[in-house]
């Protein structure tokens, strides 16, 4: 499309600094006959202290208008654990019904990883993004006391695997290696486990050409760190994502170049982009934050707009930027901000 | 005490190669005066085929008579995901109240970790071994439709928490660097996150030289590749235990040597000790599986049952074996064994 009018969360600490840089390089990059419309909003922390707001209907209706929506980070010591996780962050997730939660992990030339070798790493996770122990369901009777009970259920239905085992069937169908490791935990949640695995093998009849695998969450944090290359496309549902990816993104030159995507593909809500890390207050206002997982992000989100030729520009500037940085000072956040608007417009 | 009587379950593949490694070092390790008594059950993939049993009543009463058990590894591809792992390996740790699965997690000098540099790795995870999403509530509705709803219930009580979170206390005040770290994902799963963490913070009082923290289980898999040496004692969910169990074995040397106990520490029920690793059919027969892990589970056993200086006999025989494991050719799991005997006897 020719314009894009995008909403934009910095949030907190950090995210206000690598949404900036973000920005900066979205501007550069879009040609001069795509229109960038912008609007910035203040939810957070500062929000949430101010008015014990964290995402109203009235917001979500905002948004909505938005073609896609650009998230810095969530998240403050100041504020309970919990509360701006579940009070916005995953309620956004839930309310745009983003249910594919996509994060490549791409390890770079010139990167550093823990690993020791020469480890491949180029596979991009689709953790389900609605349903599982996310949900919100369960709850705490006799609170406080020795005979507390908390509960937290995990919810996951047919359709809600359905179509995210779908959409990574079809990525997997788009790569060369074309292949798609199913992640759960089968043999102890047989309930949900089954489900996962039945849809898993029947829609992996439509799709011949892709080869399937199937693997428990603890072997695979062990494959993640003794075998990455056996990886192409992993499907898995929303805890077991978000604990394999930041494993991923940790191997994969850490989280500072780690993106995600919370994508509806439907495109009846906008989709939400925003790099994998929190807030990190401890560094926060000092210029000290890699912006490189916010530009990444800014990659997929063009790419999810149709602006493939764009999201390229991007990822290639990106890694000629880290095949460089062994022989550089270290630089500021807007310092590599500037170094990838210059290369994305060069 | 002066007798061991031993329940034995070699069970499936290479459980039982490893499991006649572990009593043949048992056997060399205890003094004169201890009379060994083992009894060996029939558990597994076989027992199943031939009765369609996996462990009944009159098989726990049995079983409730030992001291302790040793396990080799149970699973085998003949028999669906679940069966075994439900019907024998989780009823037996609920049915003797295994709450404290003690995974102890040391890099050995000379032994190999994917990570790079020199990681000093040398903590053990007490995971909670009777509740969490482990207890099988749950369920589905309109099996095989694609209306199906299946749910999970990961259940949490005071009592159960607190048992567990009070022996891991303990252990880390028993270690040199008295730290524990409590891994949860108490930002999402908010009903049992907030029972565990106040429950953490409740008996952190009663232990004031105990340093505490609190890392969320995705940033744990990225701690335990990046800076393992910031772990001393972790406290855990079953689940979360699980997955990061698996990771620490890993970076720690490989499944090949990681141990655990499933303990009943009030001594009611018999505790077992079983290596963190699998059956490995795909190896089973060939005398290619390392016994050194299941050797390891024996020292947990023997320290358990209050047989101190053998365990650490056994410990200190593996250590100085693995350190000369990169000068010799590769040998066999009887060899293994046999030089670990040596040892011990020596
Ligand atoms: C902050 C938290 C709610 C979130 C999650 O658990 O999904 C984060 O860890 C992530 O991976 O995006
Ligand atoms: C086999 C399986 C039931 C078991 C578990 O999940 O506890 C295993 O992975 C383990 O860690 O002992």
Same mark, same amino acid.
């Given at each position: 499309?020719?314009?894009?009018?995008?909403?934009?969360?910095?949030?907190?600490?950090? #995210?206000?600094?690598?949404?900036?840089?973000?920005?900066?390089?979205?501007?550069?990059?879009?040609?001069?006959?795509?229109?960038?419309?912008?609007?910035?909003? +203040?939810?957070?922390?500062?929000? @949430?202290?101010?008015?014990?707001?964290?995402?109203?209907?009235?917001?979500?209706?905002?948004?909505?208008?938005?073609?896609?929506?650009?998230?810095?980070?969530?998240?403050?010591?100041?504020?309970?654990?919990?509360?701006?996780?579940?009070?916005?962050?995953?309620?956004?997730?839930?309310?745009? =019904?983003?249910?594919?939660? /996509?994060?490549?992990?791409?390890?770079?030339?010139?990167?550093?990883?823990?690993?020791? #070798? +020469?480890?491949? %790493? =180029?596979?991009?996770?689709?953790?389900?993004?609605?349903?599982? !122990? @996310?949900?919100?369901?369960?709850?705490?009777?006799?609170?406080?006391?020795?005979?507390?009970?908390?509960?937290?259920?995990?919810?996951?239905?047919?359709?809600?695997?359905?179509?995210?085992?779908?959409?990574?069937?079809?990525?997997?169908?788009?790569?060369?290696?074309?292949?798609?490791?199913?992640?759960?935990?089968?043999?102890?949640?047989?309930?949900?486990?089954?489900?996962?695995?039945?849809?898993?093998?029947?829609? &992996?009849?439509? @799709?011949?050409?892709?080869?399937?695998?199937?693997?428990?969450?603890?072997?695979?944090?062990?494959?993640?760190?003794?075998? !990455?290359?056996?990886?192409?496309?992993?499907?898995?549902?929303?805890?077991?994502?978000? %604990?394999?990816? =930041?494993?991923? &993104? &940790?191997?994969?030159?850490?989280?500072?170049?780690?993106?995600?995507?919370?994508?509806? !593909?439907?495109?009846?809500?906008?989709?939400?982009?925003?790099?994998?890390?929190?807030?990190?207050?401890?560094?926060?206002?000092?210029?000290?934050? =890699? !912006?490189?997982?916010?530009?990444?992000?800014?990659?997929? /989100?063009?790419? $999810?707009?149709? $602006?493939?030729?764009?999201?390229?520009?991007?990822?290639?500037?990106?890694?000629?930027?880290?095949?460089?940085?062994?022989? /550089?000072?270290?630089?500021?956040?807007?310092?590599?901000?500037?170094?990838?608007?210059?290369?994305?417009?060069?």
């Amino acid at each position: 499309s020719r314009s894009i009018n995008l909403a934009v969360i910095p949030g907190d600490g950090i #995210g206000q600094e690598v949404v900036a840089e973000g920005l900066k390089v979205l501007s550069a990059v879009l040609p001069q006959d795509v229109k960038l419309e912008t609007k910035e909003y +203040d939810f957070g922390a500062r929000r @949430y202290h101010a008015t014990g707001e964290t995402l109203t209907d009235a917001d979500l209706e905002r948004l909505r208008q938005h073609d896609a929506i650009l998230l810095g980070a969530i998240g403050d010591p100041s504020v309970p654990s919990g509360v701006l996780e579940r009070g916005f962050l995953l309620k956004l997730r839930f309310a745009f =019904d983003h249910h594919v939660n /996509l994060r490549p992990s791409k390890l770079l030339p010139g990167v550093a990883t823990p690993l020791a #070798g +020469d480890p491949q %790493i =180029d596979f991009v996770v689709v953790r389900e993004g609605t349903e599982g !122990p @996310y949900t919100g369901n369960g709850g705490t009777i006799r609170k406080g006391t020795e005979h507390e009970v908390a509960t937290e259920v995990s919810v996951n239905t047919a359709y809600g695997v359905e179509r995210v085992v779908r959409d990574a069937f079809a990525r997997a169908q788009a790569r060369p290696r074309k292949k798609l490791t199913l992640v759960h935990k089968n043999n102890v949640l047989t309930f949900a486990g089954h489900l996962w695995t039945n849809v898993f093998n029947r829609v &992996a009849e439509e @799709y011949p050409e892709v080869t399937t695998e199937y693997i428990h969450v603890d072997a695979a944090t062990i494959y993640l760190v003794t075998q !990455p290359e056996r990886f192409d496309v992993i499907v898995t549902d929303n805890l077991f994502g978000d %604990i394999i990816t =930041d494993l991923a &993104a &940790a191997v994969s030159g850490g989280i500072g170049v780690a993106a995600s995507g919370n994508i509806n !593909p439907s495109g009846a809500f906008p989709s939400m982009f925003e790099p994998v890390h929190g807030s990190a207050p401890d560094i926060a206002g000092q210029g000290k934050a =890699d !912006p490189t997982a916010t530009v990444l992000s800014v990659a997929l /989100l063009l790419r $999810h707009l149709g $602006h493939e030729a764009e999201a390229t520009r991007i990822e290639d500037a990106v890694s000629a930027d880290l095949a460089e940085r062994g022989a /550089l000072p270290a630089r500021s956040t807007s310092e590599i901000g500037d170094a990838l608007r210059v290369r994305v417009a060069g």
